[in-house]
């Protein structure tokens, strides 16, 4: 038996995490394997527990906390959560526990479910193991790289209003030992790119542990009916395209103003210019601005879409200014699928996919991203050595599904020596001194809802 283990799944919430999840878990019983299924939940119970539920065929374990505030990065730590899941695989006896996040659950599990003698294989599918916010954005929306520790992180980490530098630092020192153990103690680790390889590695600065993270790309599952290249003989229109969700980080407003410059700057007697956007904007205000921002423009928001929409379009190159730093991008294997280059920002997994087949410029750069795109329509050299490197062939998602299998048949590896566990003493101790924090006082008073970076 397999069972994943997810923070979150339908039909509570869809993401990426949990459409990944649910795609591997078919993908493997289509294979034969006995699959079960652990979620947390966004509904505190009074007390720590769980229920039994449905899901897609699958048998799922939909288990709740009865802590408040339990998505911060200061209460991940939940050892009744990690008794109850325990207790669980103990009655299961799962041949593989593949755990894919912490946040609602506990940040010791993944050392709990090795105590207890089941093999473990861990996904790291963002970077939140490193960071106390998440994503690796500092409050003024810039990237950071930073080593997670308490003079790097002091003044950035959210913090609760009664939460001293003092207090803060020893969460932030136990957040970082609490994810170097967790990691340490898999039996294997994986990712889909070598950036979030690098990065947690340096964020967690546990170079020692880089053997033990294996880089496996998620794959694709295909979602256009063939390679729908665009015509060689059609109207003389260059047509750039954006698809995907709609959010200030996935930068949209920073591609309409960049082609808004391109669009001004053009001759007289040059090729027409043409952005097409699919996808739907998360605010009603931002789509307002949005359209606001391409008055006068040639640009056409489509809003919700099909994928044939976008092979309709004949697009002639993929644009994704994401102002954050993505850890794969699904979106770059349907561009390639399509046939089409990209322009993309420089960090982060876009920069290490697009490879040759990829314009970048620099992030949340206004002026780079403009020139990125008149490169692309007015040096036609350029764009064609673009397109041609363009993969013939992306990786499929049963390819990722064996690469899986694989890893989990591979033989138990021993702990690693150079990260020292968190001891069950010293976590008992952590969750006594928090208990000891003013937080119940303060939320009586109403006073807990000013969480966040001072």
């Known amino acids: 038996m397999i069972v994943h283990i997810a923070h979150q799944l339908p ?13 591997l878990a078919r993908g493997q019983k289509e294979k034969g394997h006995d699959v079960f299924l652990i979620a947390g939940s966004l509904s505190p119970w009074e007390n720590v527990g769980g229920a039994m539920e449905q899901l897609e065929g699958f048998d799922i374990f939909r288990v709740h906390r009865q802590d408040l505030s339990f998505d911060a990065w200061d209460r991940m730590f939940c050892p009744q959560m990690a008794d109850l899941i325990v207790e669980k695989l103990l009655e299961l006896n799962p041949d593989v526990v593949h755990l894919h996040h912490w946040i609602r659950l506990s940040q010791d599990l993944g050392r709990r479910i090795t105590e207890a003698g089941f093999k473990l294989v861990i996904t790291l599918h963002d970077l939140a193991t490193s960071c106390p916010r998440g994503f690796r954005m500092k409050p003024d929306e810039t990237p950071c790289f930073e080593t997670l520790s308490p003079a790097n ?31 340490s103690c898999a039996h294997a680790v994986l990712c889909a790119s070598q950036a979030v390889k690098a990065i947690v590695l340096d964020g967690l600065a546990v170079p020692e542990l880089a053997d033990s993270i294996d880089v496996i790309p998620f794959g694709h599952n295909r979602v256009f009916p063939s ?86 379009a004949e697009i002639d190159a993929a644009v994704f200014p994401s102002l954050c730093i993505e850890t794969y991008g699904m979106v770059l294997d349907e561009a390639f699928e399509l046939g089409v280059p990209v322009i993309v920002p420089n960090l982060g997994a876009f920069k290490e996919r697009a490879g040759r087949a990829g314009r970048l410029f620099e992030v ?17 050299s350029l764009y064609a050595e673009s397109k041609r490197a363009v993969p013939n062939s992306i990786p499929l998602f049963e390819d990722y599904v064996a690469s899986v299998l694989e890893v989990y048949s591979r033989p138990p590896r ?12 010293e976590r008992l101790r952590h969750q006594f001194m928090r208990s000891l924090t003013p937080f119940q006082k303060l939320l009586e008073r109403g006073e807990g809802k000013d969480y966040g970076p001072r």
């Open 227 to 312: 390679r729908a290249l665009k015509p060689e003989t059609h109207d003389g229109v260059f047509r750039l395209a954006y698809w995907g969700s709609i959010t200030h980080r996935k930068g949209v407003e920073l591609l309409v103003t960049a082609f808004g410059g391109l669009t001004r700057g053009r001759e007289s007697g040059s090729r027409a210019i043409e952005l097409h956007v699919f996808g739907a904007c998360d605010l009603p205000e931002r789509e307002a601005a949005l359209v606001d921002a391409a008055q006068r423009l040639n640009v056409t928001f489509h809003g919700h879409f099909e994928y044939q929409d976008i092979v309709a």
């Open 364 to 380: 949340n750069d206004v002026g780079s991203l403009t020139r990125a795109l008149g490169a692309f329509v007015d040096d036609p």
């Open 153 to 183: 992180c002091l003044h950035c980490a959210p913090r609760w209003p009664w939460m001293s530098d003092a207090e803060t630092s020893r969460e932030l020192e136990f957040f970082a030992r609490s994810s170097r153990s967790e990691i």
């Open 414 to 425: 021993g702990m690693q020596p150079d990260v020292l566990p968190i001891t069950a003493e």
């Open 11 to 23: 039909p509570e919430t869809h993401g990426g995490v949990e459409s990944h999840v649910l795609s």
